[in-house]
């Protein structure tokens, strides 16, 4: 093509404008400097005798460090349900018009949110000695049986009433602020149609609300994630616990602390990608076309086309998160 | 006034209907009658309280005085003897059912294609099938000119074909009156026409229809009554033509004078 068809109207195919890009010389400039520092930290990583890479070796596939693991991820997944569904409980509770009810939430979260989520776990593994005895029975009445408080709660319901109760709280501000997001005439048009309080909530509101409320809710799980290292207070061997417990047997404490760390961000990250996926799927019917997924970026860039223009796969409706 | 038959084929009787908003009496003693299969008109200036009676009607707001009746039957309460009882929420959403409304701003459920904005109150409420209620909102799309639009979301949809998918969402409940608030209000005006052939249609096949609107060229042509509104009272009332054409109150001239 020489110049003389420049600007010529090519039938279908509209000539695509040819200009020198600009030039950014900065961004060369930056790049190089981080690069020599990101070196310098990784010669500093890798030739420090400290942290021991063959001991990092070792224990990162322990069995205890795996079992810890495995509590870690335990821990997060059920606190972050108590969390999810007693915040959505709360927020609902927070929103209606029964003062009883919205002043119970209000409590609630000014507690939860108020106190240290140490001090909770601390008062959630010394309840035994507030009330040594759990009883089942008629309110102020007799009762039909009790149990001893250590056995009916022990370290790991503890635990996980310690971080779900006090997750309820911040995520009981994070979901009615999703409700409050959807406009009142989704309410008054689902209203008018007949359906009742609670499907309007579950099937119009909620729905839209998760647009708001997915983003900080994947925070907030990752943060959980790491929050949970605190129940090593009260000694349950979850991961980071069973770090101290291998180390202050072997005193190899910083290996042991890379190898903890390794395995959290590692989860994190898995986290992250799960989060992106969630998003785009409760993005349904907000966005004309989704945006392309990464994978699907990467496969436009080796097949030369450009993934903006390149997504007519995804239909919207048929399943957003399903785009791998 | 004449012949007392007009009670039984009453589908919305107004009497004295009032209504605050804390201290803000938005509706002063409205008295009116919508006939069944008739299309009711409703105009006057904006705040004069038109959206407010509308919604009265399917107990979006509760009155605060007089008696309002839909089809015979109290909207809100039920009548024992001398004594009123207050509807639970459940039975006011039953009677919503057979009353639909068509929105300023359509009010489609975003997250929801077309057919299933239509089938959802359907399936959730009247409990019919999935596959029937499809199909039958499949029919109504067809009827309101939009069968090629089911798996759109409203986000792809212009104002006047999401619009109609209100009007077809509405229909599919089945409903024996049909509420219009302004429904072209929000259109760029070369819209408003396709959404005003449906209501024709709709008329034409003989449904109860309250219509709050602007357009008194459908007015004249498609209404059977008018009444026109200031301030929370009925100034005037009459048929569409008449009215129109020989407006008797000043205010009615003068807000005339500003729509036609
Ligand atoms: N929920 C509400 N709370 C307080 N005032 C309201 C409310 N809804 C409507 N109003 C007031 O009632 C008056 C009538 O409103 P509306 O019925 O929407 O009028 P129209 O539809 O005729 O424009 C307006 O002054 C409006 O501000
Ligand atoms: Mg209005």
Redesign the pocket.
């Known amino acids: 093509m020489n110049s003389s068809d420049q600007g010529s109207v090519r039938p279908g195919q509209p000539e695509a404008i040819k200009a020198v890009p600009v030039r950014h010389p900065g961004r060369w400039a930056g790049a190089l400097v981080v690069a020599v520092l990101a070196a310098m930290l990784i010669h500093a990583l890798v030739t420090n005798h400290q942290f021991q890479w063959d001991v990092v070796r070792k224990y990162l596939f322990d069995s205890s460090i795996l079992h810890g693991l495995g509590v870690t991820l335990e821990l997060t997944a059920l606190s972050m349900l108590i969390g999810v569904f007693g915040g959505t409980i709360l927020a609902i509770m927070r929103l209606s018009p029964n003062p009883v009810l919205s002043g119970t939430a209000w409590f609630y979260i000014w507690v939860f949110r108020g106190t240290p989520i140490l001090v909770q776990l601390l008062f959630w593994n010394f309840l035994g000695a507030l009330w040594p005895k759990l009883s089942i029975g008629v309110p102020f009445g007799p009762a039909f049986g009790s149990e001893s408080t250590n056995k009916l709660i022990p370290l790991f319901v503890a635990a996980l009433l310690g971080l779900g109760l006090n997750e309820a709280a911040y995520m009981a501000e994070i979901v009615r602020g999703g409700i409050q997001s959807v406009s009142v005439g989704q309410t008054e048009a689902a209203h008018a149609l007949g359906m009742s309080q609670s499907s309007t909530m579950r099937r119009i509101i909620l729905p839209q609300a998760m647009r708001v409320i997915i983003p900080p809710t994947g925070n907030e799980t990752i943060s959980m994630l790491k929050t949970t290292s605190l129940v090593s207070a009260i000694s349950l061997e979850e991961l980071l616990r069973a770090g101290e417990n291998i180390y202050s047997r072997t005193f190899q404490t910083i290996p042991l602390l890379v190898v903890v760390s390794i395995w959290y961000l590692l989860m994190t990250s898995i986290l992250t990608v799960v989060q992106y996926y969630i998003e785009r799927h409760y993005a349904r019917g907000a966005n004309r076309i989704l945006p392309p997924t990464p994978l699907q970026r990467l496969r436009g860039l080796f097949s030369g086309r450009s993934p903006r223009t390149t997504t007519p796969d995804v239909v919207p409706g048929l399943e957003g998160g399903g785009h791998l | 006034m004449s012949e007392p038959t007009t009670t039984a084929a009453a589908m919305v009787r107004a009497e004295g209907v009032r209504k605050s ?2 201290l ?1 009496e ?1 509706l002063k003693g409205i008295d009116l009658e919508v006939r069944t299969g008739e299309v009711f008109v409703l105009v ?10 509308l ?1 009265c009607i399917n107990h979006l ?1 509760k009155v605060s005085g007089g008696r309002l009746s839909v089809d015979g039957e109290l909207v809100g309460y039920r009548q024992k003897g001398e004594r009123l009882y207050e509807l639970r929420d459940h039975e006011v959403a039953r009677k919503r059912r057979d009353i639909g409304m068509v929105f300023q701003h359509f009010n489609l459920f975003p997250h929801m294609t077309a057919l299933e904005n239509i089938t959802e109150a359907p399936v959730q409420v009247r409990k019919e099938g999935k596959a029937d209620a499809r199909e039958r909102a499949r029919a109504l799309l067809e009827r309101v000119g939009l069968s090629d639009k089911a798996a759109s979301y409203p986000s792809q949809l212009s104002g006047g074909q999401q619009q109609r998918v209100a009007i077809a969402r509405a229909l599919a409940m089945k409903p024996k009156l049909m509420l219009f ?2 429904p072209t209000s929000a259109l760029d005006p070369e819209l408003v026409g396709e959404v005003l052939d449906v209501m024709r249609g709709l008329a034409e096949e003989g449904m109860t229809m309250i219509v ?1 609107t602007h357009e008194m060229g459908f007015a004249r042509e498609v209404g059977d009554a008018l009444v026109f ?1 200031d301030a ?1 009272v009925v100034v005037e009332s009459g048929h569409p033509r008449e009215v129109l054409a020989n407006p008797q109150h000043e205010r009615t001239k003068a807000f005339l004078s500003k729509v036609l």
């Open positions: 908003f804390g803000v938005v006057g200036p904006s705040g004069s309280g038109k959206s407010t009676f919604r707001e608030d302004e709050v509104m929370g």
